[in-house]
């Protein structure tokens, strides 16, 4: 059964996760919204008031009979399919704990250029935005990228992966943040990667492995822009 | 085996969502940070290099050999021996998947005051406060319980409870949202709750359950407080 799997087309955004996994799984999926008329297609089918289990917003996917929303909760689903998480039920719950952490950070680096809210354009906050993108800088990236190194660290089956021996979607989603970190924050990123060793290890391996670079390489990769979670105004990398 | 439950003892805050299922299920628990030197012991918890999966942040609960954390993540993996996630997959995702719209609505509550960063005190960023929680009354607020209204009518069991015919953590998380959002916004909440029937019944009914009325009327219940996700400033409310 083909995963149909709805977002905005032009960003990367939250859908990324998703994307991330169903290539590095090299599983049949359909990004609707990016074909001819599929936005207003999402759009639609979002309304529909006869929808038993409904998204609250993309990405969302559809998958024989279910319909699953949240990103998270979509790599949740997906993961033991594509054979990205854990067989153990510790190591399942884990690698879902790391991806909610994955979420948050996303959450915080998106509040970066819109600290006030989502209604308004970030030409309307950029006050409240360089307030709040230098706590993100100073306290909070360290803070999320020292715990992922720690994670790391402490992995008993080793520092290549965040979870066990294998590959999981949660390094499939640090590495989506270390790209995008470095996308919106490259100043930044370049003094203080050196704090995480283990992280941009892992980092280069996901961007090597085969499926996902020639993901990365291919048009079905949408570049970073000033429409995603992760935004390059210089002004808030200062 | 007691569930250990860590988290900070003075405030409802992220802890509560768990706290209402131990609750609700009658589950032996130990709120330790509320025991004589048990925050000192999580803070200790926390820092200790050698946990093979550390926590981000509290909530976090001990469960046999199992370290959990993330809130919704704790759900997850406790909802089923609670008794208080659906028997079968679809319905299990599903309620994972309104959990996680929850605990975005409560991440946008706490921002209400907290727009520019958490390192700081709200009284350093009122006025950009002002401006986010006027948009998240009127917009987010609305969005939000707009789709849980939904939900609830769409529910094929019927409009008793957001997935299926019985009692779920997304109700109890939903019960917990209302109330947070009465004290942060009464004069708002006030405005608009007629709204949301199924959401204002589905609230009451949680609140009769015996066991939690038991629980909310003891002194385990931390009382809303300046301190927690939901704050009631007046001047947010206006």
Do not use: C
Request: net charge negative; glycine share 8%; no cysteine.
């Amino acid at each position: 059964m083909t995963v149909e799997l709805y977002y905005w087309p032009g960003i990367q955004g939250r859908g990324e996760f998703v994307r991330l996994a169903l290539e590095a799984a090299a599983e049949a999926y359909v990004d609707v919204a990016r074909g001819d008329g599929g936005q207003a297609r999402m759009v639609r089918l979002m309304a529909d008031k006869a929808l038993a289990h409904p998204p609250f917003a993309p990405p969302f996917i559809i998958d024989g009979e279910m319909m699953v929303a949240q990103t998270a909760n979509i790599l949740l689903h997906l993961g033991p399919r594509l054979g990205l998480a854990p067989e153990d039920e510790a190591g399942r719950i884990f690698t879902h704990q790391l991806q909610l952490t994955l979420a948050d950070l996303a959450a915080e680096a998106h509040d970066t250029h819109h600290p006030v809210g989502v209604g308004l354009y970030y030409e309307d906050q950029k006050p409240e935005a360089a307030r709040r993108a230098a706590e993100f800088r100073e306290r909070r990236i360290p803070k999320y990228l020292d715990y992922f190194e720690r994670v790391l660290a402490a992995n008993p089956a080793g520092d290549a992966h965040l979870v066990g021996r294998a590959l999981t979607y949660a390094d499939l989603g640090l590495f989506q943040v270390v790209e995008g970190l470095r996308y919106a924050f490259p100043k930044a990123m370049t003094a203080l990667e050196a704090r995480w060793p283990r992280v941009i290890a892992l980092r280069d391996r996901v961007a090597a492995a085969p499926k996902v670079a020639a993901y990365l390489a291919s048009d079905r990769r949408i570049a970073f822009n000033q429409d995603g979670i992760f935004r390059h105004y210089p002004e808030l990398d200062a």
